[in-house]
T-cell receptor, first 114, second 111 residues
Framework: SQTIHQWPATLVQPVGSPLSLECTVE??????LYWYRQAAGRGLQLLFY??????ISSEVPQNLSASRPQDRQFILSSKKLLLSDSGFYLC?????????????FGEGSWLTVV | RKEVEQDPGPFNVPEGATVAFNCTYS??????FFWYRQDCRKEPKLLMS???SGNEDGRFTAQLNRASQYISLLIRDSKLSDSATYLC????????????FGKGTKLSVKP
C-alpha cells in the first residue's frame, strides 16, 4: 500500500531564516505531488504541484520554492522566511486516472515563524 | 475564478442527530468531488468520493447536484467521534485537474 511521510512535524524558525520541508511517497511510481498550506482561519491553499521529476508548477507567487529531485521526493524550501509563512504545510500525492485525482495527505508540518 | 464555498459552522448537534452540510462550487466543468474529514491539528483524510448517482457509506451519504452546483454530506445517528471539520474538494481544469478545497465546516457532537 502507498504511504506518504513528511518532516519535520514541527518547527519554529526566526524571520529571515531558511526552510526545508521534505516529503517522500512509498509504494507507488510517478505520482502527482503537491504542497498545500493551511493558515489559521483559512482554507487549504495549493502552493505547488508536480507531475514528474523536475517539473514544478506554482499556483501562487511567494517566497517559497519547490523541487522534485527524485520520483517520489518533494521538497519545499525558502531562503528567507516571513512571518506570514507560518502555517500548517501538507504534502500530498495522487495518481493520474485514479478515482478522478483523489489526493492523500501526509501528516503535515507545523511551521511557526517568530 | 475558482471558488468552493462552505458554511463554516460550527454545527453543534446532540448525539444521534442527523446533520447535513452543503458545499457549492463555481466551475460547471468540474468532474470530481470529495469530502474530507480533518481532526484538530491533523491532516485531512478522505471520507468519501461523491458520485453522480449519490453514494452511501454506513451513516454517511454524499450527493451531487450538478444543476445547482453543490454537493452535500449527510451524517445520520451522529457519534461523539464524528466531531471534526469536514472539507469539500472539487477539481478544476478537466478530469485530472487539481483539487480546490473549501474552508471546511466544523461539527461538534455533544453528549
Amino acid at each position: 500500500s502507498q504511504t506518504i511521510h513528511q518532516w519535520p512535524a514541527t518547527l519554529v524558525q526566526p524571520v529571515g531564516s531558511p526552510l526545508s520541508l521534505e516529503c517522500t511517497v512509498e509504494g507507488t511510481s510517478n505520482p502527482n505531488l503537491y504542497w498545500y498550506r493551511q493558515a489559521a482561519g483559512r482554507g487549504l491553499q495549493l502552493l505547488f504541484y508536480s507531475v514528474g521529476i523536475g517539473q514544478i508548477s506554482s499556483e501562487v507567487p511567494q517566497n517559497l520554492s519547490a523541487s522534485r529531485p527524485q520520483d517520489r521526493q518533494f521538497i519545499l524550501s525558502s531562503k528567507k522566511l516571513l512571518l506570514s509563512d507560518s502555517g500548517f504545510y501538507l504534502c500530498a500525492w495522487s495518481l493520474l486516472g485514479s478515482g478522478g485525482n483523489t489526493i492523500y495527505f501526509g501528516e503535515g508540518s507545523w511551521l511557526t515563524v517568530v | 475564478r475558482k471558488e468552493v464555498e462552505q458554511d463554516p459552522g460550527p454545527f453543534n448537534v446532540p448525539e444521534g442527530a442527523t446533520v447535513a452540510f452543503n458545499c457549492t462550487y463555481s466551475n460547471s466543468a468540474s468532474q470530481s468531488f470529495f469530502w474530507y474529514r480533518q481532526d484538530c491539528r491533523k491532516e485531512p483524510k478522505l471520507l468519501m468520493s461523491v458520485y453522480s448517482s449519490g453514494n452511501e457509506d454506513g451513516r454517511f451519504t454524499a450527493q451531487l447536484n450538478r444543476a445547482s452546483q453543490y454537493i452535500s454530506l449527510l451524517i445520520r445517528d451522529s457519534k461523539l467521534s464524528d466531531s471534526a471539520t469536514y472539507l469539500c474538494a472539487v477539481n478544476y481544469g478537466g478530469s485530472q485537474g487539481n483539487l480546490i478545497f473549501g474552508k471546511g465546516t466544523k461539527l461538534s457532537v455533544k453528549p
